[in-house]
């Protein structure tokens, strides 16, 4: 199929209602493990369940190269699907560890006890004794970490973050240390109103252990589901392996994947590494978040570098956004050469015949269309891929296009608005030839 079939093709979709899940509500969208964590961009996880029970069968190896907070990998497992999931943040995979991992509910909730008790009685004494000198040892004397946290507030976090370092088991660690990953936000002076790094110096702060602790005691209880919706079909063992990966170098055999289900980054959009950066700062993921930075597809932090973009609407993009600002434009460029060895990669892994599910929307920048879905069917086309399904779903959050303020991140109105979603999106389901 050539460039103006696929254009086509694209100009003809109609939104598929039964894709939006309109209806949908938060305590479903939230249910099981998948409130643990907030994550920007997350799946909503009805949407990986249809695609993995309309594409795949019980036992058939799923992949999800850009996991994210895990969505595709805790919705694989439920319907008894093996899965591999990769993410080069540290923090995603943090929290799809957590969220992957059915614990044993009594014993989970002894822990949670005896962690109550423990910051409750000061942990016989030894948490009194955690002063600024013992912030070396745990590596959180970081100037980052106090721009955005109160010196009192850090104090009783390092509280918190010594005890759960101390944890043995890692499966109980990775739930504690996700729990107290969620609370950072709200302990920081980082505004609550805002996605991007911003600091409210006015913002009233929650006191750390009470929060923490009521933080736990919500995750225990969603665990308690997972496992019960687990243990019913049998499904407890079956795997779901989470790596700190690149999209490019996927730790599975080749042709040995049913599917893919995956949402890639945007361009520009988000910085993953600014967003994550309290996690990523306590945890030691990190000291340098310019270096962090590099690491993320979409990033506008790039070097440059030669482009391979094997799509014509991809060249047309950059042509006219070069006319704009040629930085965006080398991005931009970046971007979708980074995609197509994404799109490679995850050609090597499946199996003949098995399908590759990308979620993905347009964007606008520099008043240019990035229409990322027709150029990610043309480069999957030109490398071994055809259309097996073209979804345009609306996304029912998003009532009108909206633009986001890269100070804030806030959706908004303003014409100086520098990033442009549309209300739909498109579920390209690409079959491996
Ligand atoms: C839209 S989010 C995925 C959200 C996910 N579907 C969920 O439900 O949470 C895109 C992800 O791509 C990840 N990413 C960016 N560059 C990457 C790379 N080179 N390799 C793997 N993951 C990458 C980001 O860290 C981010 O988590």
Redesign the pocket.
């Known amino acids: 199929m050539n460039t103006n079939e696929i254009v086509s093709i694209f100009a003809r979709l109609k939104p598929e209602p039964s894709w939006s899940f309109a209806g949908t509500t938060t305590a479903q969208t939230g249910y099981i493990t998948h409130s643990y964590h907030r994550?920007?961009?997350?799946?909503i996880p009805q949407l990986?369940a249809r695609l993995i029970s309309e594409y795949s069968e019980v036992g058939d190896l799923v992949i999800?190269?850009?996991?994210?907070?895990?969505?595709?990998l805790v919705e694989a497992k439920i319907h008894g699907r093996p899965s591999i999931g990769?993410?080069?943040?540290p923090v995603?995979h943090l929290i799809t560890m957590a969220k992957i991992t059915p614990i044993e509910p009594n014993y989970l909730d002894s822990v949670v006890a005896e962690i109550e008790n423990d910051l409750n009685s000061d942990y016989t004494g030894q948490l009194m004794l955690f002063d600024d000198s013992r912030t070396d040892e745990y590596g959180i004397n970081h100037e980052r970490i106090d721009y955005w946290f109160k010196p009192e507030i850090k104090r009783d976090l390092g509280k918190i973050y010594m005890l759960l370092n101390d944890t043995q088991s890692d499966d109980i660690r990775n739930f504690l240390l996700c729990g107290f990953s969620n609370i950072l936000k709200n302990c920081s002076i980082w505004s609550q109103k805002s996605t991007k790094p911003t600091r409210d110096f006015k913002k009233k702060i929650p006191e750390p252990i009470p929060i923490f602790l009521r933080q736990i005691k919500q995750m225990a209880k969603r665990n308690r589901k997972f496992y019960q919706l687990l243990k019913g079909p049998g499904y407890l063992e079956v795997p779901a392996s989470a790596y700190c990966?690149?999209?490019?170098n996927l730790p599975a055999k080749s042709d040995t994947a049913q599917l893919i289900v995956?949402?890639?980054?945007?361009v520009t959009s988000y910085e993953?590494a600014d967003l994550h950066q309290l996690t990523a700062l306590w945890f030691g993921y990190t000291s340098d978040l310019s270096e962090f930075r590099h690491?993320?597809?979409?990033t506008a932090y790039h070097e440059e570098k030669p482009a391979n973009l094997q799509s014509e609407t991809a060249e047309e993009i950059v042509a006219d956004l070069n006319k704009k600002n040629p930085k965006t434009a080398c991005e931009v460029a970046t971007y979708f050469t980074?995609m197509l060895e994404?799109f490679s990669e995850m050609r090597q892994v499946l199996k003949k015949g098995g399908y590759a599910c990308i979620?993905i929307g347009d964007t606008m920048l520099e008043k240019v269309d990035i229409k990322n879905a027709e150029v990610f069917v043309e480069q999957m086309q030109n490398i071994g891929f055809q259309i097996e399904r073209l979804i345009m779903r609306e996304i029912p959050s998003k009532i009108l296009p909206q633009t986001r303020d890269k100070k804030t991140g806030r959706f908004t109105k303003s014409k100086d608005a520098d990033f442009l979603a549309y209300p739909h999106e498109y579920i390209l389901v690409m079959q491996k030839t």
């Open positions: 994550y920007p961009a997350k799946f990986a999800d190269p850009f996991m994210g907070s895990g969505t595709t990769v993410d080069i943040n995603a990966e690149d999209a490019r995956t949402s890639p980054p945007y993953y690491r993320f597809i979409g980074e994404t979620v």
